[in-house]
């Protein structure tokens, strides 16, 4: 925020930024390889959350959706070039990848990912006013002194909602809090799939005893 009305100009900056990377697949599902691939994840069983529920198979890009599996790659690439940045040549892959089915009015509650450094969700079907919410990193120390606000703006919100669209690629940081509220209007399952990833390579430093090696 910037008055040049006033003698002294005043500047509020944003700091410590965090990334929520958006792109949506230009190409829709594919309604013979895909929905089958999608069809059999489904009949491998799924497992009831508190809210929803998720594939028994963990690890679903393994053999199957391979190209999405792609199109999530290539996302994650461009997301730790131009976000992390790392000075190291590193290997980002995803870990562990599952479907998750959520009926009409279910949720997903509050989480994030351990053992995971970048996570991602793609979403398969959904509907007008689907989403996922994102909590304040500091939302805990923000609470011990409650200020109402007249307006939500960037300083004051302790959450973010951002809309699910069919065919869309949603990534950030795994430590960072996030949820699915209920879509009360909805009449259909949404569906979506959800990866973590870890790295492969030298980080930190062997002088500074900091070196971890991964393979």
């Known amino acids: 925020m910037k008055n040049k009305t006033e003698k002294n100009r005043i500047d509020i900056h944003d700091i410590f930024a965090c990334p929520i990377y958006v792109t949506k697949r230009d190409s ?11 069809g059999k994840i ?18 679903i890009f393994n053999g199957k959706l391979k190209n999405i599996k792609q199109y999530c790659e290539q996302h994650l690439k461009i997301y730790v070039e131009h976000v992390i940045n790392p ?17 009409p009015g279910e949720c997903h509650h509050v989480h994030h990912h351990p053992n995971s450094i970048i996570s991602g969700v793609f979403y398969i079907s959904t509907e ?3 989403c996922i919410g994102f909590e304040e990193p500091n939302i805990r120390k923000h609470g011990q002194i409650m200020l109402p606000a007249k307006e939500n703006n960037t300083w004051n919100s302790i959450n973010c909602f951002f809309p699910a669209n069919n065919n869309e690629l949603i990534l950030f940081p795994s430590w960072l809090l996030h ?7 909805a009449t259909t399952d949404r569906i979506s799939i959800s990866f973590n990833t870890f790295v492969r390579g030298t980080i930190g430093s062997e002088l500074n005893k900091t070196e971890l090696i991964f393979k």
């Open 28 to 38: 829709n599902l594919d309604s013979t390889e895909e929905e089958k691939e999608i």
């Open 42 to 59: 489904v009949k491998e069983g799924m497992t009831k959350n508190s809210g929803n529920s998720s594939s028994n198979n963990s690890y």
């Open 87 to 103: 000075k190291e040549d590193l290997d980002f892959y995803i870990t562990q990848s599952w479907l998750n089915v959520t009926k």
């Open 128 to 130: 007008k006013n689907d």
């Open 179 to 185: 949820q699915v509220p209920p879509n009360k209007k």
